[in-house]
């Protein structure tokens, strides 16, 4: 066990038991920089502040690992990490559910459909 911003070694240990290739992985993470329930594909990229898949990319030594974000909103800058790690207010309830859903949606739509599908699908700008 271990915390999520040192997910690359456990993540790591996992891929070498399946023996899976980073590119095969899809990491679901949260997004400050999407709002409150957007999803957003990326097939490779930097890890955009986020300290766990910086984990991920540290440790496979690749940005090319698929993920998909899930947005939780702006936090203001001195609070991050409570905002992170608080609960969501009452009325963003439903924004989040909705956005897990679909989440649980596009997830599976990449792994039966591949990335590059799930991105054209997904990646529209939604009615929130």
Do not use: C
């Not at 679909?102 to 599976?108: D, E, F, L």
Request: no cysteine; glycine share 10%; aromatic share 8%.
């Amino acid at each position: 066990m271990t915390y999520m911003n040192r997910s690359g070694q456990p993540l790591d240990a996992v891929a070498q038991f399946y023996k899976v290739e980073p590119g095969e992985i899809l990491v679901v993470l949260d997004d400050l920089a999407l709002p409150l329930g957007r999803i957003r594909f990326r097939p490779d990229g930097g890890s955009g502040g986020h300290n766990g898949l910086e984990s991920i990319i540290m440790q496979f030594a690749t940005e090319n690992i698929p993920r998909l974000r899930v947005g939780i909103g702006a936090a203001p800058r001195e609070e991050t990490v409570d905002y992170v790690l608080g609960k969501f207010f009452e009325e963003e309830k439903p924004l989040v559910a909705s956005g897990v859903d679909r989440a649980v949606a596009a997830a599976k739509w990449a792994i039966d459909n591949g990335l590059v599908s799930a991105m054209n699908t997904f990646n529209k700008v939604e009615e929130l």
